[in-house]
Nanobody, 122 residues
């Protein structure tokens, strides 16, 4: 059964920290670059950052220096450490393969997990 499970979200004050986890099926995770994405209320989903299968990371300018992505290939798991959180980081956070060709599709659409809600209060 295909899975993408994000966890670790919650409510935090501005300046605080959270660590999100993502566990994915091997068919999605193994050998693929993975990404963290987020979707704020009323906005489109955006890319937060990526990590290649051998650990090279890249980040959106809005989170650079504050967020850190890591992965544990033995567990098909990826993590997002978020520091110095800002109210504008409030969103539902998702993980998935970076390349659409590596994603699982259902009914012709990319499969996404339920996401992890992060709420940052000012």
């Amino acid at each position: 059964q295909v899975q993408l499970v994000e966890s670790g979200g919650g409510l935090v004050q501005a300046g605080g920290s959270l660590r999100l986890s993502c566990v994915a099926s091997g068919i999605i995770f193994r050998g693929n670059a993975m990404g963290w994405y987020r979707q704020a209320p009323g906005k489109q989903r955006e890319l937060v950052g990526t990590i290649t299968s051998d650990g090279i990371t890249n980040y959106a300018d809005s989170v650079k220096g504050r967020f850190t992505i890591s992965r544990d290939n033995s567990k098909n798991a990826m993590y997002l450490r978020m520091n110095s959180l800002k109210p504008e980081d409030t969103a539902v956070y998702y993980c998935n393969a970076v390349l659409r060709a590596r994603r699982v599709t259902k009914n012709g659409m990319d499969y996404w997990g339920a996401g992890a809600l992060v709420t940052v209060s000012s």
